[in-house]
T-cell receptor, first 115, second 114 residues
């Protein structure tokens, strides 16, 4: 069984300040974890993924996430927010290869960036 | 390289009708997964097709069905539409089965049932 919880439904930051979007997961196996971003009226775009290699994962557009097994967390960070980062962000947990292949999406965190 | 193409982008249907949505994956991708996105339920997995076979199915009623063709293009069908079927329907393609290989999403079909 697996689940994912995005701890904040909305996060508001000022342009140029750091971004932290929080994600906790629950899994009975060693999962794969992903962050996706969705801009209005668009599909989802992959930001980064963790698949049991390095625990600090770097993604596109300056985002990164750290896999912390002891805390069952996979928080997304960015040192300096840009107006174009305003979007919906989804944390995703997936079984390892050979499992059911059905991923579970978090409910999303809306990132608001103020000028 | 062309992305994932979903058609149509917008649809308005009447309750009780049926609808067919189309998804053309990235060339060379053999897996297509379908999701329903609503404000209340978020993103929910419908089904996945790989090499023309349904490999996984989410917890949706039998009114929701799909298929995949030999060129990997996929269609999903919803019969006897209900108001609650109003949603953004997203498809995602990947080279192999599941999200581990990386999903590429289309822009979705916005279905409104009136």
């Amino acid at each position: 069984a697996q689940s994912v919880t995005q701890l904040d439904s909305h996060v508001s930051v000022s342009e140029g300040t750091p971004v932290l979007l929080r994600c906790n997961y629950s899994s009975s196996y060693s999962p794969s974890l992903f962050w996706y971003v969705q801009h209005p009226n668009k599909g989802l775009q992959l930001l980064l993924k963790y698949t049991s290699a390095a625990t600090l994962v770097k993604g596109i557009n300056g985002f990164e996430a750290e896999f912390k097994k002891s805390e069952t967390s996979f928080h997304l960070t960015k040192p300096s927010a840009h107006m174009s980062d305003a979007a919906e962000y989804f944390c995703v947990v997936s079984p390892p290869a050979g499992g059911s292949y059905i991923p579970t999406f978090g409910r999303g965190t809306s990132l608001i960036v103020h000028p | 390289k062309a992305g994932v193409t979903q058609t149509p982008r917008y649809l308005i249907k009447t309750r009780g009708q049926q609808v067919t949505l189309s998804c053309s994956p990235i060339s060379g991708h053999r897996s297509v997964s379908w999701y329903q996105q609503t404000p209340g339920q978020g993103l929910q997995f419908l089904f996945e097709y790989f090499s023309e076979t349904q490999r996984n199915k989410g917890n949706f009623p039998g009114r929701f069905s799909g298929r995949q063709f030999s060129n990997s293009r996929s269609e999903m069908n919803v019969s006897t539409l209900e108001l609650g079927d109003s949603a953004l329907y997203l498809c995602a393609s990947s080279p192999g089965q599941g999200i581990r290989n990386g999903y590429t999403f289309g822009s979705g079909t916005r279905l409104t049932v009136v």
